[in-house]
C-alpha cells in the first residue's frame, strides 16, 4: 500500500505553548489508523491541522503527494477529499434519515437535484446502500431529531461516505454510545475497509482492541510509539503514560 499521508516536522504553537512538536506521521492509503493518548495529548489538533482548521507553525502536511499545508477546509474536504466528522451534532434536525444522506453530497449537485428536481436515481441507490451500511434502513424515513444518540452518529458517519472522502477522520466516534453501540460502530468500520482509508482517534480501549490493526500513542506533542495494537498495549512507557495521566479517565481501566 502507498503512502496517502505524511506531515514532516509538524509543530504548532498557541501562545508559547507547543500542541504539537516536530512530529512525522504518516498512513498508507486503505489503512485504518487508530490514535490514542492522554488528554491534551494534541490528537484532535493534529486532525485539526490537516483538515485546514489550524495553521502549524512549522512543517509541513502532504496528501497524495500534493502539499496541502495552509489551504483552507473546504478546499481540502472538497477539492482533496479529506472528510472528517466532529464531536457536536451536525445533522439536519428535522429531515429524515434518507434526506441527511442525500444532502450531505457534493454540493453542486445537492442543491439542485436533491431540493429542487428531486433525488437522482443514482444518489438514492447511494443513499439506500449508505442507510444499510450504518443499519439505519428501517430509520430512512426518521427525523434525524427522533434517532438515538447513537444513530445519530452513525447517520453522520454515513453522510461522510456520501462525500466519498479519500481519507475519513473520526474524532471519539463512540463518545456518549452505549456498549452495544460502540460494538456496532466497530463493526460499521471494519466493513468500510478495503479500499477506505480512515484515521479514528478514540479512547475506549475495548473498541480500539476490536478495531485496531496499527495504533498510534500521543503524548505531549509527539508520538511516544506506534505499532500493532497487542504490542503497544505491552509497551511500558505507554502504559506508564497512559495510567499516569489518566488516573481518573478511560485510560486507566483500558489497560487494566
Ligand atoms: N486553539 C487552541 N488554542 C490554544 N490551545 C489549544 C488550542 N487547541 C488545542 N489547544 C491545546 O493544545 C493541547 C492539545 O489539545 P488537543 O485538543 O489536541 O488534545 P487531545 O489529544 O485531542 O485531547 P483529548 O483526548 O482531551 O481530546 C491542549 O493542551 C489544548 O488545551
Ligand atoms: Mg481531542
Sequence with gaps: MDEILRTEGLSVCFGGFWALRGMDFSVRRGELRVIIGPNGAG?????DLITGRTKPTEGRIFFEGHDITGKNPHEISSLYGIGRKFQGPNLFENMTAAENL?????????VFSSLFRGASADSLKRAGAVLQKIGLDGKKSRRACELSHGERQWLEIGMLMMQKPKLMILDEPTAGMTEDETFRTGVMIRQLLGGQT?????????????????????HMGHILAEGPI???????????????????????????
Design 43 to 47: 490528537k484532535t489538533t493534529l486532525m
Design 102 to 110: 442525500l444532502l450531505a453530497e457534493p454540493a453542486e449537485r445537492t
Design 198 to 218: 480512515v484515521i479514528i482517534v478514540e479512547h475506549d480501549m475495548k473498541f480500539v482492541r476490536q478495531i485496531a490493526e496499527k495504533v498510534t500513542v500521543f
Design 230 to 256: 497487542n504490542v503497544i498495549e505491552n509497551n511500558p512507557e505507554v502504559v506508564r503514560v497512559y495510567l499516569k495521566s489518566g488516573s481518573e479517565g478511560e485510560e486507566k481501566s483500558a489497560f487494566s
